[in-house]
């Protein structure tokens, strides 16, 4: 009973009683430990510590990596591509160094050990190698296991599964060279913001902006708020203003397919069909995007360009181009969302009538966490009970208020051309906290879109 303890209930009791405060995607129990437990007599005392320790950090990773909506596909890819690494040949080696020092451990401890105690040995585990059967077939009868014979399941849990397993699963995902099944749909028009767009194809510029973390609040006063920028009266006579909600999938670049090319996909390279800024470069316009972080992160640079992107600006490009203006300073420090739209504003007015301009724009100072905001902010946290206890919460929408009001300056730019904004929120704010989390919506973001009214300045084509 006490190896049950050790290797069964200890270490899930403690990932289940951090789960009750901490967002984490997780069962009831990681059978990882079980079998850390079952081996531990043969492999010796030092050995079965490092698996043991091993096993606790790949939970944590496997059970804390969908807080920033991250697939373990995605973590890997961006490992991958921070360190430069060959990842299928560090993982074989890994595995083999690892499988090699259990198996010498298991001969040189059944060398030593007599019959008797070997025998001892097997009993002590018995009842732990019973239990991780029962509850793993368990998992897989209920149709919740990867082993399923079910889509659907009888109770709506997770009871077992093996983070070790789901990790080398995404590993090998990642390193095969075929496509993924289902690694990419279609989606239908309600369910990417561009779509209006695309159905009205009048001759007007288009401004595509994908907010870093802005999700759909469940107190609807706050989002009202937060559009109180766009309720303008000049923005009001110029524009048609039209707002819903699409769902969202993983982290920020899935997020940027689904608008850019309208599919679920979770990586570029997944992508099947011709995107946006493609196929609007191949009807004469001009294709720009402005991200005021590092072009290597998510390796931006090198698949913006196959998106159809004539031009793209990233921090390093933005830094030469406003040497004086003060970084936003954060996890991710880069050029502050509020200078970016001045640049922008200015794109959108140079030379508006010789070619139509889409331009694309994914917002940075919105990612989590956020820098504690100063005392004074435009936003009116006090006037909303989420912002108001919350200080992170308050600083997040504040953020992104100011972002708004800064895109509201350009739309009631009376010398601006007919412009069409589209604005949608990449996921839900990834906050660490349930307690902040369950504030907002977690399947489904906001998006909203100015569609101009009239034509006063209709652009000419040479």
């Known amino acids: 009973m006490k190896y049950i303890s050790y290797y069964l209930i200890l270490p899930n009791l403690l990932f289940l009683i951090v789960s009750r405060f901490i967002f984490t ?27 043991f320790l091993l096993t606790v950090l790949l939970d944590v990773v496997v059970s804390f990596a969908p807080v920033y909506h991250f697939s373990l596909t995605t973590l890997i890819s961006v490992f991958k591509e921070l360190f430069k690494i060959q990842l299928g040949y560090v993982f074989t080696i890994s595995t083999l160094v690892l499988l090699a020092a259990i198996a010498i451990s298991l001969v040189s401890s059944s060398a030593e050990k007599s019959t008797t105690a070997i025998r001892t040995a097997v009993k002590t585990r018995a009842a732990l190698l019973c239990t991780a059967l029962v509850l793993f077939t368990f998992d897989v009868a209920n149709g919740s296991n990867y082993f399923r014979f079910s889509d659907t399941s009888l109770i709506n849990i997770n009871i077992a599964w093996s983070a070790s397993f789901k990790m080398a699963k995404a590993a090998l995902d990642v390193t095969s060279t075929k496509t993924r099944p289902g690694s990419h749909t279609t989606l239908p028009d309600n369910e990417h913001a561009t ?83 493609k196929r609007l470069r191949d009807e004469g316009y001009a294709t720009v995007s402005y991200h005021g972080y590092q072009s290597n992160f998510f390796d931006r640079i090198q698949w913006y360009p196959t998106m159809g992107f004539e031009r793209s600006y990233f921090f390093e490009d933005l830094r030469r181009t406003l040497p004086d203006q003060p970084l936003f300073r954060s996890v991710f420090t880069g050029i502050r969302d509020t200078d970016i739209a001045k640049l922008v504003h200015t794109e959108l ?27 004074e902010h435009s936003f009116q946290c006090n006037d909303f009970a989420d912002t108001r206890d919350y200080s992170d919460v308050c ?18 730019d009376p010398s601006l051309p007919p412009v069409h904004f589209i604005l949608v929120g990449d996921h839900s704010p990834p906050f660490l906290l349930n307690s902040r989390r369950k504030l907002f919506n977690s399947t489904r973001v906001p998006f909203f879109e100015l569609i101009p009214k009239v034509s006063a300045h209709k652009i000419q084509h040479d």
């Open 25 to 51: 995607n997780r069962p009831v129990v990681n059978l990882d430990y079980c079998l850390v437990g079952i081996i531990a007599p043969f492999i010796g005392m030092t050995l079965s510590t490092i698996l």
């Open 195 to 277: 779509a209006g767009f695309k159905l009205r194809k009048n001759n007007e510029h288009l401004v595509l902006i994908i907010v870093e973390s802005y999700g759909m609040s469940l107190d609807e006063k706050v989002n009202i708020a937060l559009m109180s920028p766009f309720r303008d009266q000049k923005i009001i006579e110029r524009y048609e203003i039209k707002n819903g909600t699409v769902p969202f999938n993983g982290s920020t670049v899935p997020a940027e397919l689904r608008e850019l090319c309208g599919e679920r996909a979770h990586a570029p390279d997944d992508i099947q069909t011709e995107c946006l800024p």
């Open 349 to 375: 007015l140079t030379d508006p009538t010789r070619e139509r301009k889409f331009i694309y724009w994914l917002t940075l100072n919105s990612h989590l966490p956020v820098s504690p905001m100063p005392l």
């Open 395 to 412: 600083g997040l929408q504040s953020i992104i208020y100011d972002t708004f009001l800064s895109i509201a300056s350009i739309a009631a």
